[in-house]
């Protein structure tokens, strides 16, 4: 379905939201031809899509726009007048509701893509299929099946793939401390933790009416066919509409396995992805092997790995997965710990601890960063200068190259987050053969390798 900007003014009105809408001044990419801008499109807008679809202004010229709820994500992002911008007079996107329109387009160089994640693969995947380069948002995958099927792609297709983990582009904090640890500041690491914080809770909650202006059905996509649930005493920072406080829908569908992964895919996509770049373990064989649980809590009781009560968030609470590299060093992810939100690395000549807002620990006090360089830093950007996240991906499209935060890289942090709440989800210690990528010694465990997607909305093939 496409959609007019005019009609979803006038939709927008009816329903009380046009005067509620944030007016941004979008910017036109600077010193380049209409014929030289790269022209994209954004799936996928709710609080991060608007975000990043607003990035994607400052860099090229977006021409579409989709979302599955046209008052939630569309109506909010045509009034934020992101466009382009030709001979002075500001053009406006054109409007869907299925993603697969904007696929069928041929003068499209690249989409976004900030759906829930359940749908990340298969948008980004058909997307490559299609030709067009992917910026994808984090969590990448929901399954250990869709890492491998994104890699496979990313090689068949060879467009470029940049994953929103934009920690690796924070210069003074993780960048830093990955060159620290490169270096040998911190001497022979021997214990990496990432703390993630604890995840959320939620009351029981009951079927309501689906929004009007939600397609309920393409929503869920994938996942199983479940009634709409939410308890609506919340309200949308963009448009000041009341939004649900506690749902299987927007924003909340982070706390349902059926959609994500919860604080350990969410925030551990950020802290495991940084780690295990740091630590320069950027292959298969050099992730965690075994993954042993303790202090696991839920909002209900779980049997063979899935949960007693459909009605509540089901992702773990609280959680300690304790970690083992094949060479016996040891990684940690922590729902809480002494240290804030943030990555502790531990080494033979001291320690630091970073997050977003800076790095401690006595060797870094000691100042020796001090002495790097920006062919140090560039060093870290696939030989690329080090810029903001989304420039690195556009330049890389230019350019050619690959993206500071590449998908077959990445998928190695989600094989650490995917393999931690299954453990989580058993309650038991689970064993990685990281050669093979496989789970090993449990038949159980191994088969939350891959999940059964609903009809129509299956995952697409890679040859």
């Known amino acids: 379905m496409k959609l007019s900007r005019r009609n979803f003014l006038k939709a927008s009105s009816a329903l009380g939201l046009a005067s509620f809408m944030p007016q941004y001044i979008a910017r036109p990419v600077v010193g380049q031809s209409v014929s030289e801008r790269i022209r994209t499109a954004y799936i996928g807008l709710g609080m991060m899509g608007i975000g990043d679809a607003y990035g994607f202004n400052w860099q090229s010229d977006i021409v579409a726009l989709c979302d599955v709820d046209t008052k939630y994500g569309l109506a909010t992002a045509i009034n934020a007048k992101i466009g382009r911008k030709v001979d002075g007079v500001w053009q406006e996107p054109a409007a869907y509701t299925d993603y697969r329109k904007i696929l069928e387009r041929n003068d499209i160089d690249a989409i976004g893509v900030s759906t829930p994640d359940h749908w990340h693969t298969k948008i980004s995947v058909e997307a490559m299929q299609s030709g067009k380069h992917v910026f994808c948002q984090k969590p990448l995958t929901l399954t250990l099946e869709e890492n491998i099927l994104i890699r496979n792609a990313c090689k068949k297709y060879g467009k470029v793939f940049q ?149 509540i968030f089901n992702t773990p609470v609280t959680y300690d997965i304790d970690c083992k590299f094949s060479d016996g060093t040891d990684f940690a ?86 393999l931690s709440n299954i453990a989580c989800r058993l309650n038991r210690p689970i064993q990685w053969d990281a050669v093979n990528e496989k789970i090993v010694g449990d038949e159980q465990a191994a088969s939350f390798f891959s999940r059964k997607q609903r009809k129509g909305f299956e995952l697409p093939k890679v040859e």
Request: one cysteine or more; proline letters at 6%; glycine letters at 8%.
């Open 163 to 311: 994953i929103g983990t934009q920690q690796r582009s924070q210069r003074e904090q993780f960048a830093r401390a990955a060159l620290m640890v490169r270096k040998g500041l911190l001497g022979d690491i021997v214990r990496t933790t990432c703390i993630v914080d604890g995840g959320r809770t939620s009351p029981e909650l009951s079927r309501a009416e689906v929004p009007e202006t939600l397609d309920w059905n393409m929503w869920l996509g994938q996942a199983p066919l479940v009634n709409y649930m939410a308890s609506p005493d919340n309200q949308n920072p963009w448009t000041k509409q009341p939004i649900p406080h506690w749902s299987n829908c927007h924003i909340m569908f982070r706390w349902w396995f059926q959609y994500s992964g919860g604080r350990i895919t969410d925030w551990g996509a950020h802290h495991v992805d940084c780690a295990l770049w740091m630590l320069g373990r950027q292959t298969p064989e050099l992730v965690p092997i075994s993954y042993t649980p303790s202090n696991v809590t839920f909002l209900t009781d779980y049997k063979d790995g899935y949960p007693v009560k459909s009605n």
């Open 333 to 418: 992810i922590r729902s809480s710990a002494k240290d804030p939100n943030g990555i502790l690395v531990e080494g033979t000549k001291g320690k630091i601890h970073v997050n977003r807002a800076r790095i401690a620990g006595k060797i870094y006090d000691e100042g020796g960063w001090k002495t790097f360089t920006d062919e140090d830093y560039d060093g870290l950007y696939n030989g690329k200068r080090f810029e903001d996240h989304k420039a690195n991906f556009f330049r890389c499209i230019r350019e050619g190259g690959t993206p500071v935060s590449d998908a077959t890289t990445n998928i190695l942090s989600m094989h650490v987050c995917h």
